[in-house]
């Protein structure tokens, strides 16, 4: 690899080299945004872990946090609601709860309905990390201007929604 080469770059000249006949911009793009995001997935769970949580356990706690006072959603808001995944919720919920960040509690109106609601310290852990998630993403698009961000953020917007076209499509 050329000393000037990232490691993407020097993946493409192989591809070229090898078969010149294809088209390799996808790797471009692709390739640039996988290694950004192992990059990004590193730095984001240090802090996080070493408060003990996962990152999953970290999009529940923010999942509560944004829903406002009281702080609390059922299992299936929480796997609406954006970051989370359906698959495993319950266990999540389960580990918060077993750690005194979350609690669980029964609708008044509806008996059936189970909400897991931020705990005081769940809500002061909450506050402190993501306090401290946002400035580690600043630091980390310290690189970029403004514009650039703002830019950058519309077209991943515009990619993630060429990739779900994509996926209909399949």
């Known amino acids: 690899m ?28 692709f390739g640039r945004l996988h290694r950004a995001f192992l990059r990004y997935s590193t730095a984001i769970s240090r802090p996080v872990e070493r408060k ?7 999009d529940v706690l923010t999942a509560l946090r944004r829903a406002g006072a009281p702080f609390r959603r059922t299992a299936g808001e929480l796997a609406d609601s954006g970051l989370i995944s359906s698959a495993g919720v319950t266990l999540r919920i389960d580990r918060l709860e077993k750690d005194g960040l979350i609690r669980r509690e029964r609708d008044p109106q509806d008996r059936r309905v189970v909400h897991s609601r931020l705990t005081d310290e769940g809500l002061s852990l909450i506050d402190e990390l993501f306090s401290e998630h946002l400035d580690n993403e600043r630091r980390m698009l310290a690189g970029l201007s403004e ?24």
């Open 52 to 58: 003990g949580l996962s990152m999953a356990g970290f």
């Open 147 to 170: 514009a650039e961000c703002e830019q950058l953020a519309g077209l991943l917007e515009k990619l993630e929604r060429s990739v779900l076209d994509a996926e209909g499509g399949a």
């Open 2 to 29: 050329a000393k000037d080469q990232d490691a993407v770059a020097s993946i493409v000249a192989d591809w070229r080299r090898e078969r010149p006949e294809l088209d390799t911009a996808p790797l471009e793009v």
